[in-house]
T-cell receptor
Framework: NAGVTQTPKFQVLKTGQSMTLQCAQD?????MSWYRQDPGMGLRLIHY???????DQGEVPNGYNVSRSTTEDFPLRLLSAAPSQTSVYFC?????????????FGPGTRLTVT | GQQLNQSPQSMFIQEGEDVSMNCTSS?????WLWYKQDPGEGPVLLIA?????ELTSNGRLTAQFGITRKDSFLNISASIPSDVGIYFC??????????????FGKGTKLSVKP
């Protein structure tokens, strides 16, 4: 099992560019989520999905889009990158409704927007 | 919204010392999770707690689910250099059977005493 994988590991964007951060899991988890981590702010939820075809907003969704066409994949799209989106992005997954509810994290994508 | 207060924010350890940290909330949680994050990596799950009053160990780590369901504690006994990192607590409220979202504390950073 690879667990949760994320690509790329590092990315530099110019303001206004768009890009997609990839996330995949091979544990057949229903629940997947995206967080951003900024110094002193902990982990903040951007978007989440409770199953294929179902997504919803978290605490800080503005400027990001998600879709979930398969159980395995949950990409995060930055529509028009801004310096405020410079952060480390983590994808996580868990079993979902029936539990257990432990979330497993990917290794992260470090994004810099200049 | 719900918030978790994690303390201390940072602490220095000397090899062999015991370490304690805790998380408190004004809301009731049904699940408490403790994670550790090493530099440049994603958070890794250490301990999961599901019942009020539960005390669970994982090697030198012991965590407790407070009886009020509003707090949790993590203790590390006889610390070693590889214990350095950032420790996060996370709580999950019960949303009537659906998968709620984890709420994260802002972390406790463990460093080695100079």
């Amino acid at each position: 099992n690879a667990g949760v994988t994320q690509t790329p590991k590092f990315q530099v964007l110019k303001t206004g560019q768009s890009m997609t951060l990839q996330c995949a899991q091979d544990m057949n988890h229903e629940y997947m989520s995206w967080y951003r981590q900024d110094p002193g702010m902990g982990l903040r939820l951007i978007h989440y999905s409770v199953g294929a075809g179902i997504t919803d907003q978290g605490e800080v969704p503005n400027g990001y889009n998600v879709s979930r066409s398969t159980t395995e994949d949950f990409p995060l799209r930055l529509l028009s990158a801004a310096p405020s989106q410079t952060s480390v992005y983590f994808c996580a997954s868990s079993y979902g409704f029936a539990g257990p509810y432990e979330q497993y994290f990917g290794p992260g994508t470090r994004l810099t927007v200049t | 919204g719900q918030q978790l207060n994690q303390s201390p924010q940072s602490m220095f350890i000397q090899e062999g010392e015991d370490v304690s940290m805790n998380c408190t909330s004004s809301s009731i949680f049904n699940t408490w999770l403790w994670y550790k994050q090493d530099p440049g990596e994603g958070p890794v799950l250490l301990i999961a707690l599901y019942k009020a009053g539960e005390l669970t160990s994982n090697g030198r780590l012991t965590a407790q689910f407070g009886i009020t369901r509003k707090d949790s504690f993590l203790n590390i006994s006889a610390s070693i250099p590889s214990d350095v990192g950032i420790y996060f607590c996370a709580g999950l409220a019960d949303y009537g059977g659906s998968q709620g979202n984890l709420i994260f504390g802002k972390g406790t950073k463990l460093s080695v005493k100079p």
